[in-house]
């Protein structure tokens, strides 16, 4: 039986039990059958903007040209509201050579402080420090210098920017390996040497996008995974985005409803403006480890709403370079996760089906 899962705050009581995915995986309760399917998401279009040879620039002037566009066909404006912040949520795990790319997240925050954001006001988050510092988020310790060093970073794993009242609650056991998850124990237990049973079930989520911001950006990069088929917009939002998530990774039945799961939270979708990935470098084989000899590279970049259509489309990308390569496709059956999210109204997942936005 599939355990069932559910995201909990405490302080307000609040139980988010996803009946209709327990019933979809085989582990919903007779009472699931009481509750309306969820609806499916509205489709949202994919906006595609080409870069030229000019890195810096042409990035500053794709974002900008792109965000604009996403402004008039959503009604959205991406301004300071009642909190004055913004997120970007940076992709920094498969270490150098794979992370957001410098110019794209320098591009955005230009374009925000152009909508009226001071830039202390715009923060970024990242899961490790270490990782953070070797692809340029944090400063080097030789010189001390950042790229970024007027806006605030938020290193997941200090363990500081987690409410214990917010936390995805599951009972796949933390320690599939003491050594990498020592961190992540540690966190849920309040910096203790030990941890109960009940706080190796907890994914602390990191609040500052949902509760701090008045909205947030994800950007990514993509890989394939060897648990979830394709790693990207939606498991940046997730598991690269909470405490004591390698459970879930090395876990290939639980990890897909996991991530839907966790994108399904309606406070993390309601400040989740859009997706922004750029295709200068993805890698098609072997993630979420960086190898050079399996990268492509795409001068595009490509936003939307809807992160599981965006993973759709990368799929297809990813799966026409193992072609021709020689490597085995990511078959439909790796990729559970799209299809749990779309029952959870998150996205839609055929890429067969996505409106194209074709940005000047």
């Given at each position: 039986?599939?355990?069932q899962l559910k995201l909990t705050n405490t302080s307000a009581r609040r139980g988010w039990w996803v009946a209709a995915l327990?019933?979809?995986?085989?582990g919903g309760q007779a009472a699931a059958a009481d509750l309306p399917p969820p609806h499916k998401a509205p489709p949202q279009?994919?906006?595609?903007?080409?870069?030229?040879?000019?890195?810096?620039?042409?990035?500053?002037?794709?974002?900008?040209?792109?965000?604009?566009?996403?402004?008039?066909?959503?009604?959205?404006?991406?301004?300071?509201?009642?909190?004055?912040?913004?997120?970007?949520?940076?992709?920094?795990?498969?270490?150098?050579?794979?992370?957001?790319?410098?110019?794209l997240t320098r591009a955005v925050i230009g374009a925000l402080e152009r909508r009226g954001f001071k830039p202390d006001n715009?923060?970024?988050?990242?899961?490790?420090?270490?990782?953070?510092?070797?692809?340029?988020?944090?400063?080097?310790?030789?010189?001390?210098?950042?790229?970024?060093?007027?806006?605030?970073?938020?290193?997941?794993?200090?363990?500081?920017?987690?409410?214990?009242?917010?936390?995805?609650?599951?009972?796949?056991?933390?320690?599939?390996?003491?050594?990498?998850?020592?961190?992540?124990?540690?966190?849920?237990?309040?910096?203790?040497?030990?941890?109960?049973?009940?706080?190796?079930?907890?994914?602390?989520?990191?609040?500052?996008?949902?509760?701090?911001?008045?909205?947030?950006?994800?950007?990514?990069?993509?890989?394939?995974?060897?648990?979830?088929?394709?790693?990207?917009?939606?498991?940046?939002?997730?598991?690269?985005?909470?405490?004591?998530?390698?459970?879930?990774?090395?876990?290939?039945?639980?990890?897909?409803?996991?991530?839907?799961?966790?994108?399904?939270?309606?406070?993390?979708?309601?400040?989740?403006?859009?997706?922004?990935?750029?295709?200068?470098?993805?890698?098609?084989?072997?993630?979420?480890?960086?190898?050079?000899?399996?990268?492509?590279?795409?001068?595009?970049?490509?936003?939307?709403?809807?992160?599981?259509?965006?993973?759709?489309?990368?799929?297809?990308?990813?799966?026409?370079?193992?072609?021709?390569?020689?490597?085995?496709?990511?078959?439909?059956?790796?990729?559970?996760?799209?299809?749990?999210?779309?029952?959870?109204?998150?996205?839609?997942?055929?890429?067969?089906?996505?409106?194209?936005?074709?940005?000047?």
């Amino acid at each position: 039986m599939q355990p069932q899962l559910k995201l909990t705050n405490t302080s307000a009581r609040r139980g988010w039990w996803v009946a209709a995915l327990l019933t979809a995986v085989g582990g919903g309760q007779a009472a699931a059958a009481d509750l309306p399917p969820p609806h499916k998401a509205p489709p949202q279009p994919v906006l595609e903007s080409m870069l030229g040879a000019e890195r810096e620039e042409d990035y500053v002037n794709a974002v900008e040209a792109i965000l604009a566009r996403y402004e008039a066909i959503s009604g959205r404006r991406l301004a300071p509201g009642a909190k004055g912040k913004v997120g970007l949520k940076v992709y920094s795990d498969s270490g150098p050579g794979l992370a957001t790319p410098i110019p794209l997240t320098r591009a955005v925050i230009g374009a925000l402080e152009r909508r009226g954001f001071k830039p202390d006001n715009i923060f970024l988050v990242g899961l490790n420090a270490l990782r953070m510092r070797l692809t340029g988020y944090l400063p080097t310790l030789s010189s001390g210098e950042s790229s970024f060093a007027n806006h605030p970073i938020f290193v997941l794993e200090s363990g500081k920017f987690y409410d214990p009242t917010w936390f995805y609650d599951s009972p796949l056991p933390t320690r599939f390996d003491p050594v990498l998850n020592e961190r992540a124990a540690l966190v849920a237990a309040n910096g203790k040497t030990q941890t109960t049973l009940e706080e190796d079930r907890k994914s602390f989520l990191a609040t500052p996008l949902f509760l701090d911001a008045d909205f947030w950006i994800n950007l990514p990069v993509y890989t394939d995974h060897p648990t979830l088929g394709i790693n990207g917009a939606l498991v940046n939002a997730t598991l690269w985005n909470a405490s004591n998530t390698l459970r879930f990774f090395r876990s290939p039945a639980n990890a897909p409803a996991a991530v839907a799961e966790m994108a399904a939270i309606p406070e993390l979708r309601a400040t989740w403006a859009c997706t922004l990935v750029s295709l200068e470098r993805y890698q098609f084989i072997g993630g979420p480890y960086f190898n050079s000899l399996y990268t492509r590279s795409e001068p595009r970049l490509w936003l939307s709403a809807d992160p599981v259509a965006l993973d759709a489309l990368m799929v297809e990308r990813l799966n026409q370079a193992r072609r021709e390569t020689g490597f085995q496709p990511i078959g439909e059956d790796e990729l559970r996760m799209l299809e749990y999210a779309e029952q959870l109204g998150v996205g839609r997942w055929r890429a067969g089906q996505v409106k194209w936005v074709k940005v000047d």
